[in-house]
């Protein structure tokens, strides 16, 4: 139960969301570790204007309205927003660091699925998998590949983006048998010998990569990072993965560059973002699209929330948050 001494938190998010990322069990685990202003998660601030002045703790998730000066100044004894997601960017700004308040996200939780996610598309799609599947279903004869196009043997793997996701898609690579290439402004040298990586610049990435595998972060330096210059420039039969954000390829020149027959594509994520029916992509034989599912799904939601909620209990040992975001970061981060 509730005890009077325990710092009092808020949990806002969607409450469709809460009911998976928080079910009842994590939400009494929460209620044991704070005194919650509302028993369940809410959608907006304003249902709990009497309250806020109270609240030192801020679980957060898909949802939450930005943390606005305005509603800072009406929680002043706020020291911690923990967000039970990925992307800390939608609500939290500046000023919320300005004010010392100790930011965590869950994108270590989210990460997983991820990375799973990526190397089984990315091995299936090495086969040829997902078009011989189509082949199939439309009573074709099987043509089983013989060739240089098809397997994984011998591969190499280009990772732009040594984010969380990005590294350890690296490390499963490596663990696979791939060679693997990164390219990463912010990572150096040692880091890179350290992963099992070569870092090498984005352009001679494409050239030697026989599968490209997108991790990088939605910034504004990433926009269109592969563009019609370098999908030509990768090597015959290439196979581009992207499970980071749409906005990474030129969507166009991806068309082109797969219609051609010379790239394949496994996409979860696309610009525009769902893809509306009768877009060119779904039409293409070689490629292969989901609707942006690779992160937490059904029974993976409730990972965000142990995380969340261990994270509370961290908090409220004086121990060093695991997830801890910090103001720098920010400009480079998911
Ligand atoms: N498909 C999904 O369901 C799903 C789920 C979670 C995350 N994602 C996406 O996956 C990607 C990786 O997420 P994350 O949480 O690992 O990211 P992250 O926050 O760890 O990424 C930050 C890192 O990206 C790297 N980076 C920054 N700018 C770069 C650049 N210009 N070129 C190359 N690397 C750069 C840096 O190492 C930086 O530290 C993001 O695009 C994210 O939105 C997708």
């Not at 610049?201 to 490209?212: A, G, I, T």
């Not at 394949?264 to 699209?289: C, K, M, S, Y």
């Not at 799904?297 to 695991?322: F, S, W």
Request: net charge negative; hydrophobic share 50%; glycine share 8%.
């Amino acid at each position: 139960m509730n005890q009077p001494d325990r710092p009092a938190g808020l949990v806002v998010m969607l409450p469709s969301a809460a009911t998976a990322v928080l079910p009842a069990d994590l939400m009494s685990r929460l209620a044991g570790a704070l005194r919650l202003v509302a028993p369940r998660a809410v959608a907006g601030f304003a249902e709990v204007r009497a309250g806020l002045s109270e609240v030192e703790v801020l679980v957060t998730g898909w949802g939450c309205p930005p943390l606005t000066g305005e509603l800072l100044d009406a929680m002043p004894r706020l020291r911690a927003v923990v967000h039970a997601a990925g992307s800390v960017k939608l609500h939290v700004g500046p000023e919320v660091f300005a004010r010392g308040i100790a930011v965590s996200s869950a994108a270590d939780a989210n990460a997983e699925p991820v990375v799973d996610f990526t190397l089984a598309v990315l091995q299936l799609a090495g086969k040829r998998a997902f078009a011989h599947a189509r082949r199939y279903a439309e009573g074709r004869a099987p043509t089983f590949a013989v060739g240089e196009r098809s397997g994984n043997d011998g591969r190499t793997v280009g990772v732009v983006g040594a984010s969380r996701i990005g590294r350890r898609v690296i490390a499963r690579l490596r663990a696979a048998g791939f060679r693997v290439l990164v390219n990463d402004p912010y990572l150096d040298a040692a880091d890179a010998q350290a992963l099992g990586a070569e870092p090498v610049e984005l352009d001679e990435l494409c050239r030697r990569s026989d599968v490209l595998t997108l991790h990088a972060p939605e910034l504004p330096e990433t926009r269109h990072m592969i563009d019609e210059r370098r999908l030509a420039l990768l090597p015959d039969g290439a196979i581009v993965v992207n499970t980071a954000r749409g906005s990474l390829i030129d969507t166009d020149a991806l068309v082109r560059a797969c219609a051609s027959g010379r790239v394949d594509a496994v996409l979860d994520v696309t610009t525009p973002e769902p893809l509306p029916a009768g877009h060119p992509l779904f039409a293409l034989p070689n490629v292969w699209i989901t609707p942006h599912l690779a992160g937490v799904q059904g029974t993976e939601v409730r990972r965000l929330g142990e995380y969340a909620v261990t994270e509370v209990e961290r908090l409220l040992a004086g121990a060093p948050l695991a997830g801890a975001v910090h103001a720098d970061q920010l400009a480079v981060l998911a």
